[in-house]
């Protein structure tokens, strides 16, 4: 039981390259969760699908892409990188019924 | 506008004695409360959470105290050991039961425990 995973662990893109950030969970939960920290801040969230089929913007969506392949992966796209969007993006996936997330390792993403 | 405060950005503790760090919130629909510690270089781990309808939950040497009133709520540590060094994240949601919105974070505290 792995839990969440995230692939890459670490990306160097430069301004403008795009590429799809994986995740997958073997819990079977329902929803799913991206969030993204930079330095000083606290998570926060770019997507989220409560349930596989539908995905809805969170607090800062814009440049980003998802894609919920089916009820284990939930992808996140950046189809043209801005050095914005330099920060630590982390999955999560929460089962129906409860209340806490569980959270990937994270991607470590550099946008020069 | 931050909806979820964590003022202070760190705090240090000598190991045995009680850490307690805080949390305040100003989004009146927030219902249910969770904090998380986080390690660098990994993703933030799930430690306790409470809901709107209490006012105190216990873990073992964990415990979360809400005062809505006040919108406050605080994490005591007791007794402070060295793996506790971490940042904590208190988090909100307006939903407690299944809802499916996600999580909103605060800025998160470093504690560190001195031996």
């Known amino acids: 039981n792995a839990g969440v995973t995230q692939t890459p662990k670490f990306q160097v893109l430069k301004t403008g390259q795009s590429m799809t950030l994986q995740c997958a969970q073997d819990?079977?939960?329902?929803?799913m969760y991206w969030y993204r920290q930079d330095p000083g801040m606290g998570l926060r969230l770019i997507y989220y699908?409560?349930?596989?089929?539908?995905?809805d913007k969170g607090e800062v969506p814009n440049g980003y892409n998802v894609s919920r392949l089916n009820k284990r992966e939930f992808s996140l796209r950046l189809e043209s990188a801005a050095p914005s969007q330099t920060s630590v993006y982390f999955c999560?996936?929460?089962?129906?019924?409860?209340?806490?997330?569980?959270f990937g390792p994270g991607t470590r993403l550099t946008v020069t | 506008d931050q909806q979820v405060k964590q003022n202070s950005p760190s705090l240090s503790v000598q190991e045995g004695r009680i850490s307690i760090l805080n949390c305040d919130y100003t989004?009146?629909?927030?219902?249910?409360f969770l904090w998380y510690k986080k390690y660098p270089a990994e993703g933030p781990t799930f430690l306790i959470s409470?809901?709107?309808?209490?006012d105190k939950n216990e873990d073992g040497r964990f415990t979360v105290f809400l005062n809505k009133s006040a919108k406050h709520l605080s994490l005591h540590i007791v007794p402070s050991q060295p793996g506790d060094s971490a940042v904590y994240f208190c988090?909100?949601?307006?939903?407690?039961?299944?809802?499916?919105?996600?999580?909103?974070f605060g800025k998160g505290t470093h504690l560190i425990i001195q031996p």
């Open positions: 999560a996936s929460r089962w129906q019924g409860g209340d806490e997330q569980y």
């Open positions: 819990m079977n939960h329902n929803s």
């Open positions: 699908s409560a349930s596989e089929g539908t995905t």
């Open positions: 989004n009146s629909m927030f219902d249910y």
């Open positions: 409470i809901s709107s309808i209490k």
């Open positions: 988090a909100a949601s307006e939903y407690s039961g299944g809802g499916a919105d996600g999580l909103t």
